[in-house]
């Protein structure tokens, strides 16, 4: 809620300061409103603009529409039409004028038909007539289009020189109906029924912009369901881009414009021609490689293929080589072969018993035998009695028979060095014929030498 500021002596508004409250004070508490009445003193500004004054019986208000609402409007402003207008109240603070800013603008008595619009949209979606897996693909080249619409609409040429210019070659059939008044609804019923039944490959339903009233036929339930029942996908393409229809919401693709869903249909000659251009542009350029791959492939098989003649000549030539080489390991087989008979045939010779010479070898061989054998006997003999005669010189019984006798200590030991005796040992005296038992009185040390 507005506040008014304190009363105070120093707090002086500016007028425009003033002017700039009272705008947001209004733009606050008023929203967007419907306001009905008769439209004057209208001026179409060069800006684009446009400025009316909207009255009744009693009283009037200025409205400004500007020209980005304005250009949406589709139908034009004139003095003395019964309107009604979707504003917001403002407030024009440069000449402190109240204003409504105008959003939207309908012919009076049109909100009956919008609520019945609305309430038929909903019933249909309801229904699923609007439902998106419902909705066909258009072809993506179309040889056949089928029209509907009125032959004095100036949609239609819109329609057609579009469908030349992007897609010459297309076959258009017309099936001509009226597009508003009393019974158009039905009779554009029977047109799309018509043309669904031909070999057209889609339907362009188009009619240029206007009024709700004017457009009305194609918010008639008829019409959605013969879209919906056509054999072939339907665009819509009715009015401006604003408006919007039954039909529109029942087609399989909505145009904003007619010309936008000639062309949505029609595939552009120039692209495809451009594209196929170029296409064939790499399709050459690839069959030229693949020429080049191939030439290139077959040289290496020609250098590779030679002529019978020569292939002949080749092969004799090979024939002829192996069998030198044949005649060459023949020949070397049979050199080694002779050469290893020759000596085996002499390894045999030498091996073949002699009676007579050997006879003599064995004669031989027994007198030197015989000779070598006592010349041994007569020298072993000699080495015999001069280690006979060593050993009995070394014999100790020999040296006891010449009077000598070997003393034993008490450990049982020969002994050898007296200085290992002591008085009183018992020794062990052994002779050449018995022994002898003693006793030691005395132990005379060695005389000590010079």
């Known amino acids: ?38 439209i004057s003193n209208l001026t179409y500004a060069a800006s684009g603009h446009v400025y009316f004054s909207l009255k009744d019986a009693a009283a009037q208000v200025r409205c400004v529409m500007w020209r980005s609402r304005a250009q949406l409007l589709g139908w034009r402003l004139e003095n003395g039409q019964q309107v009604e207008v979707r504003a917001q109240v403002s407030f024009y603070e440069p000449r402190g004028e109240f204003q409504l800013g ?13 609520e019945r619009f609305l309430r038929l949209k909903a019933r249909l979606e309801n229904e699923g007539l609007f439902a998106v897996d419902r909705k066909r693909p258009l072809p993506s080249f179309p040889r056949h289009v089928a029209i509907v619409t009125s032959l004095q609409a100036a949609a239609l040429r819109d329609v057609l020189s579009t469908l030349h210019r992007r897609a010459p070659h297309l076959r258009i059939t017309l099936y001509p109906t009226p597009v508003q008044g009393d019974g158009a609804g039905p009779r554009i019923a029977a047109a799309l029924a018509d043309a669904g ?5 889609a339907v362009i339903l188009c009619r240029g912009g206007g009024s709700i009233e004017d457009l009305w036929a194609f918010n008639e339930e008829c019409v959605a369901r013969a879209i919906r029942a056509s054999a072939i996908p339907v665009i819509s393409g009715v009015g401006h881009e604003t408006d919007f229809t039954i039909a529109d919401f029942a087609a399989d693709l909505r145009a904003p414009t007619p010309t936008a869903a000639a062309e949505l249909l029609s595939p552009d000659r120039a692209a495809l021609l451009a594209r196929l251009a170029e296409l064939g542009r790499q399709l050459g350029r690839r069959c030229e490689r ?7 492939r077959l040289d290496g098989l020609a250098a590779r293929l030679l002529h019978p003649a020569e292939r002949l000549r080749q092969r004799r030539r090979d024939t002829e080589e192996l069998a030198r080489r044949l005649r060459d390991a023949l020949t070397r087989r049979h050199d080694v072969l002779a050469t290893r008979l020759d000596a085996l045939d002499r390894r045999l010779g030498g091996a073949r018993p002699r009676p007579a010479a050997l006879a003599e070898a064995l004669a031989h061989l027994h007198h030197r035998l015989s000779r070598q054998t006592r010349w041994d006997l007569s020298e072993q003999r000699t080495k015999l009695n001069a280690l006979a005669a060593g050993l009995s010189q070394l014999n100790p019984h020999a040296v006891l ?10 450990d049982g030991r020969a002994v050898r060095d007296a200085d ?7 020794l062990q005296l052994s002779f050449a014929r018995g022994a002898a038992q003693a006793s030691v009185i005395q132990v005379v040390a060695p005389p000590e030498a010079d």
């Not at 002596?9 to 508490?29: I, K, M, Q, Y």
């Not at 010449?402 to 008490?410: D, W």
């Not at 290992?420 to 018992?426: E, F």
């Open 401 to 410: 028979a010449r009077g000598y006798a070997i003393a034993f200590g008490p």
């Open 102 to 114: 105008v959003e939207t603008v309908r012919r009076a008595g049109q909100g009956d038909l919008f």
């Open 197 to 201: 039944g031909g070999d057209a490959d």
């Open 1 to 38: 809620m507005f506040k008014s500021p304190p009363a105070d002596g120093a707090s002086v508004l500016s007028v425009s300061g003033l002017n700039r409250l009272v705008r947001d004070c209004l733009e606050t508490a008023f929203p967007l409103s419907w306001v009905g009445g008769e």
């Open 420 to 426: 290992r005796l002591a008085p009183g040992d018992a």
């Open 290 to 296: 693949q020429i080049a791959d191939r030439t290139q």
